[in-house]
T-cell receptor
């Protein structure tokens, strides 16, 4: 069975600090996909990034970067120079490739609080 | 383009009552999903659909039913509501060719907060 672990329940940082959100996953599939979603206080889930199991390149998008390491089954997310607007719950999710629908397994989320 | 819309936003039910949560998407997505989110937890899949007329159970289907008669709509029915069904319910949709179903991101609706007392 698939599993996603986000061990950090809550993180508080001061604006402009860098912060890394950890994600560790378990799967027996050789083909799988990893996602990060953001859930701001308004409640909706916003897609941030997708990675497939064959692409270990790190990715940077503005202040956001992602580090995917198959050797440690981790897909960590770093926010550089955090801002108050980054305050949200962040979910890591794993999707199996079973040729059917994309059934996401979510972690329990990390609540990030950025203060002035 | 409204994306994924859900109604109602909030609802309070008494134990034993029934209700239908509505979900509509206007992106012509073939896949649709229902999740529930309990406090401090991630989302858990209730039911999903790969197209009109085809539905299947997710991780936590007990106490729920779904139908998919059109591409756009995917209602979730709660029969005999129980306090354990107090949660926030999210509908989502995605598009992909079947061979790469896991690859494409899901788009989520704003959620329905349901309380059963």
């Amino acid at each position: 069975a698939q599993k996603v672990t986000q061990a950090q329940t809550e993180i508080s940082v001061v604006e402009k600090e860098d912060v890394t959100l950890d994600c560790v996953y378990e799967t027996r599939d050789t083909t799988y996909y990893l996602f990060w979603y953001k859930q701001p206080p308004s409640g909706e889930l916003v897609f941030l990034i997708r990675r497939n199991s064959f692409d270990e390149q790190n990715e940077i998008s503005g202040r956001y970067s992602w580090n995917f390491q198959k050797s440690t089954s981790s897909f960590n997310f770093t926010i550089t120079a955090s801002q108050v607007v980054d305050s949200a719950v962040y979910f890591c999710a794993l999707s199996e490739d079973a040729g059917t629908a994309s059934k996401l397994t979510f972690g329990t989320g990390t609540r990030l609080q950025v203060t002035l | 383009n409204a994306g994924v819309t859900q109604t109602p936003k909030f609802r309070i039910l008494k134990i034993g009552q029934s209700m239908t949560l509505q979900c509509t998407q206007d992106m012509n997505h073939n896949y649709m999903y229902w999740y529930r989110q309990d406090p401090g937890m991630g989302l858990k899949l209730i039911y999903y659909s790969v197209g009109a007329g085809i539905t299947d159970k997710g991780e936590v289907p007990n106490g729920y039913n779904v139908s998919r008669s059109t591409t756009e709509d995917f209602p979730l029915r709660l029969e005999l509501a129980a306090p354990s069904q107090t949660s926030v319910y999210f509908c989502a949709s995605s598009y992909s060719p079947p061979a790469a179903a896991g690859f494409y991101e899901q788009y989520f609706g704003p959620g329905t907060r349901l309380t059963v007392t």
